[in-house]
Protein backbone atom coordinates (compact mmCIF):
# COMPACT_ATOMS: atom_id res chain seq x y z
CA UNK A 1 0.00 0.00 0.00
CA UNK A 2 1.26 3.03 -1.11
CA UNK A 3 1.73 5.79 1.84
CA UNK A 4 2.93 9.35 1.33
CA UNK A 5 4.67 11.19 4.23
CA UNK A 6 5.16 15.01 5.00
CA UNK A 7 7.30 16.74 7.30
CA UNK A 8 7.44 18.74 9.34
CA UNK A 9 3.18 19.12 9.68
CA UNK A 10 4.11 23.04 10.42
CA UNK A 11 6.26 25.45 9.39
CA UNK A 12 6.93 29.14 10.82
CA UNK A 13 9.60 31.17 8.87
CA UNK A 14 10.67 34.64 8.59
CA UNK A 15 10.27 36.50 5.17
CA UNK A 16 13.02 36.00 3.29
CA UNK A 17 14.47 32.76 4.71
CA UNK A 18 15.30 29.51 2.16
CA UNK A 19 13.07 26.39 2.99
CA UNK A 20 12.80 22.97 2.34
CA UNK A 21 9.63 20.90 2.69
CA UNK A 22 10.09 17.11 2.65
CA UNK A 23 7.75 14.19 1.57
CA UNK A 24 8.49 10.53 1.68
CA UNK A 25 6.71 7.63 -0.24
CA UNK A 26 6.97 3.68 0.00
CA UNK A 27 6.01 2.47 -3.07
CA UNK A 28 8.94 3.60 -6.46
CA UNK A 29 6.23 1.98 -9.04
CA UNK A 30 4.95 5.51 -9.37
CA UNK A 31 4.70 7.83 -12.95
CA UNK A 32 5.12 10.76 -11.37
CA UNK A 33 5.25 13.49 -8.01
CA UNK A 34 3.12 16.43 -8.18
CA UNK A 35 3.29 19.44 -5.29
CA UNK A 36 0.44 21.51 -4.80
CA UNK A 37 -0.53 24.30 -3.00
CA UNK A 38 -3.37 25.01 -1.40
CA UNK A 39 -4.79 28.33 -0.04
CA UNK A 40 -7.37 28.03 3.14
CA UNK A 41 -10.91 27.30 1.83
CA UNK A 42 -9.53 27.13 -1.58
CA UNK A 43 -8.96 24.46 -4.26
CA UNK A 44 -5.66 22.75 -5.00
CA UNK A 45 -3.09 24.89 -7.43
CA UNK A 46 -0.81 22.51 -9.02
CA UNK A 47 3.09 23.66 -8.76
CA UNK A 48 5.52 20.95 -10.00
CA UNK A 49 5.11 18.05 -11.44
CA UNK A 50 8.15 15.50 -11.50
CA UNK A 51 7.87 12.32 -14.13
CA UNK A 52 9.47 9.05 -12.42
CA UNK A 53 12.71 9.41 -14.82
CA UNK A 54 13.15 12.90 -13.96
CA UNK A 55 15.36 14.13 -10.82
CA UNK A 56 13.82 17.76 -10.29
CA UNK A 57 11.75 20.79 -11.79
CA UNK A 58 11.75 24.09 -11.39
CA UNK A 59 9.06 27.14 -11.37
CA UNK A 60 10.33 30.14 -10.39
CA UNK A 61 11.40 30.46 -6.92
CA UNK A 62 10.39 26.81 -6.70
CA UNK A 63 12.42 23.70 -6.60
CA UNK A 64 11.38 20.07 -6.43
CA UNK A 65 13.55 16.55 -6.64
CA UNK A 66 12.78 12.96 -6.62
CA UNK A 67 14.99 10.36 -5.45
CA UNK A 68 12.34 7.37 -6.54
CA UNK A 69 15.31 4.71 -5.08
CA UNK A 70 14.95 6.40 -1.85
CA UNK A 71 11.07 7.15 -1.84
CA UNK A 72 11.63 11.13 -1.24
CA UNK A 73 11.13 14.19 -3.07
CA UNK A 74 11.73 17.63 -1.45
CA UNK A 75 10.46 21.02 -2.16
CA UNK A 76 12.93 23.86 -1.96
CA UNK A 77 11.04 27.54 -1.67
CA UNK A 78 14.00 30.54 -2.02
CA UNK A 79 13.52 33.53 -0.59
CA UNK A 80 9.79 33.20 0.87
CA UNK A 81 7.47 35.82 1.32
CA UNK A 82 4.57 36.36 3.38
CA UNK A 83 2.18 35.40 0.01
CA UNK A 84 4.07 31.58 0.35
CA UNK A 85 1.51 31.29 3.38
CA UNK A 86 -0.76 27.97 2.83
CA UNK A 87 -0.15 24.32 3.28
CA UNK A 88 1.97 22.23 0.36
CA UNK A 89 0.78 18.68 -0.61
CA UNK A 90 2.24 16.04 -1.95
CA UNK A 91 0.87 13.40 -4.18
CA UNK A 92 2.04 10.46 -6.06
CA UNK A 93 0.37 9.33 -9.10
CA UNK A 94 0.86 5.52 -8.69
CA UNK A 95 1.70 3.04 -11.63
CA UNK A 96 -1.00 0.42 -13.32
CA UNK A 97 -4.64 0.18 -12.18
CA UNK A 98 -6.43 2.96 -11.06
CA UNK A 99 -3.34 5.84 -11.46
CA UNK A 100 -5.39 7.38 -8.48
CA UNK A 101 -3.24 10.01 -6.36
CA UNK A 102 -2.09 9.26 -3.00
CA UNK A 103 -1.94 12.56 -1.07
CA UNK A 104 0.27 13.30 2.49
CA UNK A 105 -1.59 14.87 4.86
CA UNK A 106 0.35 18.41 3.83
CA UNK A 107 2.79 21.27 5.50
CA UNK A 108 0.87 24.12 6.75
CA UNK A 109 3.88 26.85 5.88
CA UNK A 110 3.47 30.62 7.13
CA UNK A 111 5.88 32.98 6.34
CA UNK A 112 5.93 36.02 8.75
CA UNK A 113 6.49 39.57 7.30
CA UNK B 1 -9.17 26.21 -21.67
CA UNK B 2 -11.69 26.83 -18.57
CA UNK B 3 -9.93 24.56 -16.46
CA UNK B 4 -11.98 21.51 -14.17
CA UNK B 5 -15.17 23.16 -13.37
CA UNK B 6 -16.51 22.29 -10.11
CA UNK B 7 -20.59 23.07 -8.89
CA UNK B 8 -22.24 24.14 -6.91
CA UNK B 9 -18.99 25.49 -4.56
CA UNK B 10 -21.64 25.22 -1.93
CA UNK B 11 -24.12 23.02 -0.95
CA UNK B 12 -25.97 22.88 2.17
CA UNK B 13 -28.49 19.92 2.79
CA UNK B 14 -30.45 19.03 5.85
CA UNK B 15 -29.66 15.48 6.90
CA UNK B 16 -31.62 12.65 5.23
CA UNK B 17 -32.09 14.84 1.97
CA UNK B 18 -29.60 14.33 -1.36
CA UNK B 19 -26.46 16.20 -2.33
CA UNK B 20 -25.24 15.91 -6.04
CA UNK B 21 -22.06 17.10 -7.06
CA UNK B 22 -21.14 18.06 -10.48
CA UNK B 23 -17.73 17.94 -12.31
CA UNK B 24 -16.25 19.10 -15.78
CA UNK B 25 -13.43 17.79 -17.03
CA UNK B 26 -10.59 19.96 -18.59
CA UNK B 27 -11.37 20.54 -22.27
CA UNK B 28 -9.53 16.41 -23.75
CA UNK B 29 -9.34 15.15 -20.49
CA UNK B 30 -11.24 11.86 -20.53
CA UNK B 31 -10.41 10.85 -16.70
CA UNK B 32 -12.04 11.71 -13.56
CA UNK B 33 -11.03 11.34 -10.08
CA UNK B 34 -12.82 12.34 -6.51
CA UNK B 35 -11.36 13.45 -3.92
CA UNK B 36 -13.02 14.27 -0.35
CA UNK B 37 -10.82 16.42 2.15
CA UNK B 38 -12.34 15.80 5.85
CA UNK B 39 -11.98 18.95 8.37
CA UNK B 40 -8.04 18.72 8.84
CA UNK B 41 -7.43 15.69 7.20
CA UNK B 42 -5.79 15.04 4.23
CA UNK B 43 -7.42 14.38 0.17
CA UNK B 44 -8.58 10.54 0.22
CA UNK B 45 -9.18 9.28 -2.87
CA UNK B 46 -12.98 7.72 -3.64
CA UNK B 47 -13.22 7.03 -7.02
CA UNK B 48 -11.82 7.02 -10.72
CA UNK B 49 -13.98 6.97 -13.93
CA UNK B 50 -13.49 7.20 -17.26
CA UNK B 51 -16.84 7.88 -19.83
CA UNK B 52 -19.22 5.75 -19.07
CA UNK B 53 -16.91 3.09 -16.88
CA UNK B 54 -15.96 3.16 -13.03
CA UNK B 55 -12.29 2.23 -13.29
CA UNK B 56 -11.80 1.73 -9.46
CA UNK B 57 -14.02 3.28 -6.42
CA UNK B 58 -12.05 1.58 -3.58
CA UNK B 59 -12.42 4.50 -1.82
CA UNK B 60 -15.77 5.43 -1.99
CA UNK B 61 -18.43 4.72 1.01
CA UNK B 62 -20.19 1.35 0.32
CA UNK B 63 -23.36 2.88 1.10
CA UNK B 64 -25.15 5.93 -0.06
CA UNK B 65 -22.49 7.04 -2.44
CA UNK B 66 -21.85 6.56 -6.19
CA UNK B 67 -20.84 7.78 -9.31
CA UNK B 68 -21.31 8.40 -12.62
CA UNK B 69 -19.50 10.31 -16.18
CA UNK B 70 -22.32 9.74 -18.68
CA UNK B 71 -21.39 10.50 -22.51
CA UNK B 72 -22.61 13.65 -22.34
CA UNK B 73 -22.49 15.41 -19.53
CA UNK B 74 -20.46 16.48 -16.38
CA UNK B 75 -19.30 13.33 -13.88
CA UNK B 76 -21.99 13.69 -10.68
CA UNK B 77 -21.03 12.33 -7.13
CA UNK B 78 -24.26 11.55 -5.43
CA UNK B 79 -24.53 10.88 -1.69
CA UNK B 80 -27.92 10.06 -0.89
CA UNK B 81 -29.90 10.49 2.83
CA UNK B 82 -26.79 12.61 3.85
CA UNK B 83 -25.81 12.48 7.82
CA UNK B 84 -23.49 14.85 9.24
CA UNK B 85 -20.31 13.06 8.85
CA UNK B 86 -20.50 13.48 5.38
CA UNK B 87 -19.64 17.24 6.22
CA UNK B 88 -16.08 18.00 4.05
CA UNK B 89 -14.76 19.36 0.96
CA UNK B 90 -15.12 17.43 -2.14
CA UNK B 91 -12.49 18.17 -4.95
CA UNK B 92 -12.65 16.31 -8.61
CA UNK B 93 -9.50 16.68 -10.63
CA UNK B 94 -9.02 15.14 -14.57
CA UNK B 95 -6.17 13.75 -16.15
CA UNK B 96 -5.69 12.47 -19.48
CA UNK B 97 -3.86 8.72 -19.59
CA UNK B 98 -0.56 7.99 -18.28
CA UNK B 99 2.23 10.35 -17.31
CA UNK B 100 0.23 13.37 -17.43
CA UNK B 101 -0.66 16.28 -14.63
CA UNK B 102 -3.66 16.25 -12.72
CA UNK B 103 -5.94 19.40 -12.50
CA UNK B 104 -8.02 19.77 -9.60
CA UNK B 105 -11.53 21.94 -8.99
CA UNK B 106 -12.04 24.65 -6.71
CA UNK B 107 -13.92 21.57 -4.66
CA UNK B 108 -17.99 21.56 -3.34
CA UNK B 109 -17.54 22.17 -0.02
CA UNK B 110 -20.87 20.39 1.71
CA UNK B 111 -22.47 20.63 5.04
CA UNK B 112 -25.05 19.36 6.64
CA UNK B 113 -26.99 20.21 9.32
Known amino acids: KQEVTQIPAALSVPEGENLVLNCSFTDSAIYNLQWFRQDPGKGLTSLLL?????REQTSGRLNASLDKSSGRSTLYIAASQPGDSATYLCAIKKKGGSEKLVFGKGTKLTVNP | NAGVMQNPRHLVRRRGQEARLRCSPM?????VYWYRQLPEEGLKFMVYLQKENIIDESGMPKERFSAEFPKEGPSILRIQQVVRGDSAAYFC???????????FGQGTRLTVV
Open chain 2, 27 to 31: KGHSH
Open chain 1, 50 to 54: IQSSQ
Open chain 2, 93 to 103: ASSAIGETEAF
